[in-house]
């Protein structure tokens, strides 16, 4: 029986991809002097920001500097986020059930609090793993093994709720179950799970059936 039902953010609970593009595009005009596309940029959806700098070659050395202006110019933009439809209704019935519930998110802590809190769904999360309170980061288990240890659970206990292939990795790599957020999910032919739901709704299925 799962004990604790654990979503990612960005995808899963909220809809932040046109704010994450938005910004992510200026940051690399700015540091790259290139102009990406969205597609071209897809990739770095999950992954904690430095990593996603890197990966798109800003030297490192630049990286922190790179890593505050996307954070300013996703604040900037803050008013294209929205919650995916049903996610409140969601917490609502999983809450009334009895689960805990928790968030395992490459967001720095004050992304959590810039991003996510003003969005009114903080107060059904008892833990919340940003990427300060693990030693290595998704796609690693890191934050799925901090995030077991802190409530004292074992693997079977939890399912973990996200839309991109660190996600997966991350639960898989640490033994936890996986739901696949395809209302989220751009591409799901390089995510061999068994779990995959169209709404999160369809989520209650396969958590009250385990």
Partial sequence: ???????????????????VMVSLKRVCKEFLDVEY??????????????????KLGIPKDKCDDGLLKWEKYFE????????????KELLEV???KGYQMGIITSKT???????FVPFGLE?????????????????????????????????EEAIYIGDAIHDYNCATAAGV?????????????????????????????IVENK
């Fill in 123 to 155: 107060s059904f999360f008892n833990t919340v793993i940003c990427v300060e309170d693990s030693e290595t980061h998704k796609p690693d288990k890191g934050p799925m093994v901090e995030y077991l240890k802190r409530n004292n659970i074992t693997p």
């Fill in 37 to 54: 596309t969205s597609e071209q940029l897809r990739f770095t959806l999950g992954m904690p920001g430095v990593m996603a700098l890197e």
């Fill in 109 to 115: 802590r004050h992304e959590y609090n810039v991003d």
């Fill in 177 to 205: 179950d996986f739901i696949l957020a395809l209302w989220g999910c751009r591409d799901d032919s390089m995510i061999n799970c068994a779990n995959k739901c169209k709404h999160p709704i369809d989520v209650l299925k």
């Fill in 94 to 96: 999983l809450d009334s």
């Fill in 1 to 19: 029986m799962y004990k604790h039902i654990i979503f990612d953010i960005d995808g899963t609970l909220l809809d932040t991809e046109a704010t």
């Fill in 76 to 87: 900037e933009n803050v008013s294209l986020i929205k919650h995916f439809d049903g996610i």
